[in-house]
């Protein structure tokens, strides 16, 4: 068994004296444990970990039985990982990537995703995951340790956090917080409390599609403090690439809703089935053909 402070320590020595990539890693055996309980039974599931750093949630994840497929962007945690692993490495337990978990591909069949991901990627690792969803099909489960304040954002803990993030994400993931991580559960221990958040996939919308709501919502958050009358007065800019919508198609829907009272709203005013209900007018509207 290799214990998370040594894993740490190994990986640390290899590391140049004025290395600062702003990581902080997870030593507590106890939450390295709980998070990887929580992405349910593993024994030979397909595991996508991304940024293993030097290891630690790896060696729970193995422990349990997962077929591990990690992408690590960091050329020395790469070759750490290869030496520490090497066995799980060549009975094929561990595939190790490294490169950019944004840009490399990930494999078509992912059972379930258990990170402890970098807050500066977190969002985008959101949109990487949904994009996935699309090609391949969703996971079962989504294990991810993020800063606190995300996982807020993330799963729309109330009203106050309500963003483009946790609205799109609710479209397509039942999500959820889980437990608290302090500071000192990591070294070096981070300024800010940590979050495990738990995602699940559920069906999309039925009565609108769901990419459509996604742009109107992105759009409507670009300018978060304007009414809605304003701030979707411009088409969404990927909006032609829906079936069936254009600029003109756009502009003439929200013409005819010149009443609807949402247009009054901002857009943190709306829950996740105002915004289906409100994309799902404007899709109906009736337009002159064009």
């Known amino acids: 068994m290799r214990r998370a402070v040594d894993l740490v320590a190994r990986l640390q020595a290899r590391q140049p004296n004025d290395r600062s990539l702003g990581q902080h890693f997870l030593i507590d055996e106890t939450h390295l444990d709980a998070i990887a309980t929580m992405a349910g039974d593993l024994n030979g599931r397909t595991v996508l970990e991304i940024g293993p750093g030097p290891g630690t949630l790896t060696e729970h994840l193995l422990r349990a039985g997962a077929e591990v497929h990690a992408i690590e962007i960091d050329s020395v945690a790469v070759d750490h990982l290869r030496t520490t692993f090497a066995e799980q490495i060549e009975e094929q337990k561990l595939v190790l990537t490294e490169g950019d978990a944004l840009k490399v591909a990930w494999p078509d069949t992912i059972d379930a995703v258990v990170s402890n991901i970098p807050y500066q990627i977190s969002s985008p690792l959101i949109d990487a995951l949904e994009k996935h969803r699309q090609h391949h099909g969703a996971p ?68 609108v599609d769901h990419r459509l709501v996604r742009q109107t919502v992105h759009a409507a958050f670009h300018h978060r403090r304007r009414k809605l009358r304003t701030s979707l007065r411009r088409p969404p800019r990927r909006l032609s690439r829906l079936s069936g919508w254009h600029a003109a198609r756009w502009k003439d829907g929200l013409a005819s809703m010149e009443d609807d009272p949402v247009l009054n709203l901002r857009p943190e005013d709306l829950s996740v089935e105002a915004w289906c209900a409100f994309c799902h007018r404007l899709a109906s509207a009736e337009v002159e053909d064009l």
Do not use: H, K, N
């Open 140 to 207: 079962e489960v989504v294990v991810l340790l993020v800063q606190e304040e995300f996982a807020e954002r993330l799963t729309l803990a109330t009203p106050a956090d309500r963003g483009s993030l946790g609205i799109c994400t609710a479209l397509g993931w039942a999500s959820t917080m889980e437990r608290r991580v302090p500071p000192g559960a990591f070294r070096p221990p981070p300024a800010v409390m940590s979050r495990v958040c738990v995602l699940r996939p559920v069906d999309y919308p039925t009565e």
